[in-house]
């Protein structure tokens, strides 16, 4: 990293990613760090150019009252405290405000006019730092990356291949609860257009075995969770001379368990590790980056706009929304109307706009008209939420006539179904999965 740093420390707020993100949308890059951090720590890291201690109400530990390290003061940086009543700074000392522009111009203020830092922090100047990075740690060795197709993957993919080239592996397994067309997309992207080096694992059917007659929800992540990393290893297994293992590791993942003073809230859903007898070491080229910094480095490196703003995707994917045990005509009929429902969103302008939206297909059947007789066939559901943090979430409130659309094509394209509901629920009561 060449450009000047601004350290926050977390003294307790819920803002320390707030005021990071401010600094950041200034140009000049900004981390946080644990509020003990020693002087010494402090002054090993790269062109730092002042501090700010951000204090809150997190700022009690099983009882004790939670302080900085006095040696920082002395450290030669400017420091700022912001919600930290202690007056134990000299240099400069400005309390945070309910008023969100006072904030703003005093860290605007602090960052350019005390610590004189540089707004030179940006997406191209990113990139080109990484790739510098990556050929310094790889060399000439070999990185393996599971490619899943989602954002941080798809941006990782992207970068490293533009650090080391061949001596990238991806591996995509499709699990057979993709969404219609995103494995080809991951291929027709990254083997056709990139000309990456990827390894297409169609384990389909394996998984689907795997789950048959399999109705409990954390029984079934388990199985795909599972069954992800084993098909994954003997993919790894096959392949020679791996020293590396790539990460789409990001920013919140380090800040929520790196900090003293943040709350664990959500538990990670994501596939867990490799066994540990492979051992790699890991390339995290992106883990200093906020999502939206993610999209904007994905943009910057020149990768498709759907891929780079595509909805969040639950790890176990469609297996999910196929309430139960899945089976293959239900899983059809997630994947189809799943189609459907994204391609009139987009058509509507709601893709921009609605946080997360897909179809659901639950294991009951309910009884119909067809062609004037009697028909028992399947719902579907649909949900479209709005969130910030998917800790909560609000629903969408759609318009009747792109509903009825919606619903009509479903009705007339999706074999098997009958009926199409909305969801209403706000989580909580309701997840936003249904699984
Ligand atoms: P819930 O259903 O808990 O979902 O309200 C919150 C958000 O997390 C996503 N989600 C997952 N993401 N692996 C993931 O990577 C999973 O197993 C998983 N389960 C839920 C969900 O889509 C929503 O965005």
């Avoid at 993100?21 to 010494?40: C, F, K, M, N, Q």
């Avoid at 009882?63 to 007056?87: E, R, S």
């Amino acid at each position: 990293m060449k450009q000047d740093m601004i350290v926050i420390l977390d003294l307790g707020s819920h803002e320390n990613t707030v005021v990071a993100r401010a600094i950041r949308a200034l140009g000049v890059y900004s981390e946080i760090y644990p509020h003990d951090i020693t002087a010494e720590e402090l002054k090993a890291l790269p062109n730092v150019k002042g501090i700010i201690i951000n204090g809150g109400p997190n700022n009690v530990i099983d009882g004790v009252a939670i302080d900085v390290n006095p040696d920082i003061y002395n450290a030669g940086f400017p420091v700022m405290a912001a919600g930290h009543d202690k007056a134990l700074c000299q240099t400069k000392l400005a309390q945070f405000t309910n008023d969100e522009n006072a904030v703003k111009e005093a860290v605007k203020s602090f960052v350019f006019e005390t610590c004189k830092a540089e707004a030179n922090w940006n997406m191209a100047n990113f990139v080109n730092d990484q790739i510098e990075l990556v050929r310094k740690q790889v060399g000439d060795r070999k990185v393996l990356l599971a490619l899943s197709g989602g954002v941080d993957s798809s941006v990782v993919a992207a970068l490293l291949l533009k650090a080391i080239g061949n001596n990238l592996v991806c591996v995509h397994v499709n699990h057979g609860l993709m969404r219609k067309g995103e494995s080809e997309n991951v291929v027709e992207v990254f083997r056709n257009r990139l000309s990456a080096n990827l390894v297409y694992v169609d384990a389909t059917d394996r998984f689907l075995d795997k789950l048959a007659g399999v109705g409990d929800p954390e029984q079934k992540r388990k199985i795909i969770g599972g069954e992800f990393i084993r098909v994954f290893e003997e993919e790894a297994r096959k392949l020679d001379g791996i020293d590396f293992l790539g990460q789409g590791t990001i920013y919140p993942d380090i800040v929520e368990s790196g900090t003293k003073t943040a709350k664990m809230v959500k538990s990670h859903h994501n596939v867990g590790g490799l066994p540990e007898d492979m051992q790699f070491e890991l390339v995290e080229p992106i883990k200093q980056l906020f999502k939206d910094e993610v999209r904007a480095c994905g943009l910057e490196l020149g990768l498709p706009y759907e891929m780079v703003f595509r909805q969040p995707f639950p790890g176990p994917g469609l297996g999910v929304r196929c309430l139960g045990a899945i089976t293959r005509d239900r899983l059809e009929a997630v994947r189809e109307s799943d189609a459907i429902l994204r391609e009139e969103f987009a058509k509507a302008g709601l893709d921009k706009k609605v946080w997360q939206y897909f179809t659901i297909v639950p294991d009951f059947k309910s009884v119909g008209v067809k062609d004037n007789a009697r028909s028992y066939d399947w719902p579907v559901i649909i949900r479209a939420v709005n969130t910030i943090d998917a800790m909560t979430a609000t629903i969408e409130q759609v318009d009747w006539p792109i509903l009825m659309k919606i619903t009509d094509r479903i009705l007339k394209e999706v074999d098997g179904v009958n009926r199409v509901c909305y969801d209403m629920s706000p989580k909580p009561s309701a997840t936003i999965e249904w699984e």
